[in-house]
């Protein structure tokens, strides 16, 4: 599992009650205006994390443009052999 935050403070776990966490640092919003966070949740399965990771960094996740970052799929795959999985996404 890979997640990121925008304005991330500070990140964190619990191993006895499996969860995440993160402290958003953002700067202050008068009236009227709207500061935003970003967040990134994927999941990888495969050999190669550097790789994976400079594949997330290069859809500019982290500006919150949607149109740059790939829609949930209903297809999933093995990433070793590309051949189907089967799964439950909600």
Known sequence: MIVAWTHCGR???????????????IPDCPAGETRRVVSRLSFYAGDDIDAELARIDATDWAS???????????????????????????
């Open 11 to 25: 990140a964190w776990g619990n191993t006895r009650c499996p969860c995440l966490h993160s402290d958003p640092v």
């Open 64 to 90: 919150g443009n949607r149109a740059r970052i790939r829609a949930p799929s209903d297809n999933v795959s093995n990433a070793s052999d590309d051949s189907p999985q089967s799964h439950r996404g909600h």
